[in-house]
């Protein structure tokens, strides 16, 4: 595990002699001596690229959900990107968040066999800590504060105005929030983003273009110092009374993301966007006509 380095040799009596390794892989037979541990992944030191807190897998070959999981929310469960529906459990989703990537089972929406899939990822600091900097009931979040990150669970309490605390160190500048409880799948995700204003929102799992409420976001922005909140109104897509959301929210963070606006030119030589550094991950969706969400990628296009 990056920076550091692991040898490991063994030397036989006679040229029959067999040395097995266990390198993690089966249950040690015995307890490894005082100061040592064993070689596994959950005893690797954390990395400047931190262990995985949200995750998101689609199978590129099939017709099948976006599969949302966090550590937040537990191992397990997960949402659809694309669907209405509450939070799920699956055991054979993600079953653990590594460094720099997830386990799987054998869910076939994250793993059937010889599909070709697409994870995108972002790392977090942990299970969560509970979060006070809003009014109302307490969070619970899992922040990434150097690439403007956090994960945020809350439960609604269906006051306009509440603020929700975030754990960022900068202005909030996109959020994409659940009602994670909501049984039958009733309410739709809603997204904020800076470029919109305080007043709309759109939904992630459609098409509908951003639609203005003041029940989303109370028509108040972000706060722009001290403690870094957001603002929800009573709607119950956002806030609704007794119901427990997911919420992602990223700060722009020069380096690590860029949120903004463009106007097409319907040309295939299109308008070129300055985000200040070579993206990784691009998500576009078209705000004056419904249109589909689209995610392009390094991964899958490492062309113009």
């Not at 995985?52 to 199978?59: D, R």
């Not at 055991?91 to 010889?114: C, D, E, H, I, Y």
Request: charge should be negative; glycine fraction near 10%; charged fraction near 15%.
């Amino acid at each position: 595990y990056p920076p550091h380095e692991i040898f490991v040799g063994g030397q036989g009596y006679l040229s029959s002699d067999i040395i097995q390794f266990n390198c993690g892989g089966q249950t040690f037979s015995q307890t490894p001596p005082t100061d040592f541990k064993a070689l596994s992944q959950n005893n690797a030191p954390d990395n400047t690229a931190g262990i995985t807190g949200f995750s998101w897998i689609k199978n590129r070959d099939a017709s099948v959900h976006n599969i949302l999981s966090n550590r937040v929310s537990g191992i397990g469960n997960y949402l659809e990107s694309d669907s209405t529906e509450e939070e799920q459990e699956n055991t054979n989703s993600v079953q653990r968040f590594l460094q720099q990537g997830v386990q799987v089972g054998k869910m076939a929406a994250v793993n059937t066999s010889a599909a070709s899939f697409i994870l995108w990822q972002w790392a977090a600091n942990g299970t969560g800590t509970t979060n006070d900097h809003g009014s109302g009931a307490d969070v619970t979040v899992s922040v990434n504060t150097t690439a403007g990150f956090s994960i945020v669970k809350y439960t609604g309490d269906g006051t306009s105005g509440r603020t929700i605390g975030t754990g960022l160190a900068d202005q909030v500048a996109c959020i994409l929030v659940k009602n994670i409880t909501d049984t039958g799948g009733t309410y739709e995700w809603r997204v904020f983003h800076q470029s919109w204003g305080n007043t709309k929102a759109a939904p992630l799992n459609d098409i509908d273009y951003p639609n203005t409420s003041t029940a989303y976001w109370n028509d108040a922005g972000p706060a722009t110092s001290g403690n870094y909140t957001f603002t929800v109104g009573n709607s119950d897509e956002t806030n609704k009374s007794g119901d427990d959301f997911i919420a992602y929210v990223w700060a722009e963070i020069p380096g690590y993301s860029k949120f903004g606006s463009y106007t097409g030119n319907s040309s295939a030589d299109g308008p070129y966007i300055n985000t200040g550094f070579s993206p990784a991950y691009v998500m576009i969706k078209r705000t004056d006509a419904d249109d589909e969400w689209v995610i392009v990628d390094s991964a899958r296009s490492p062309y113009n």
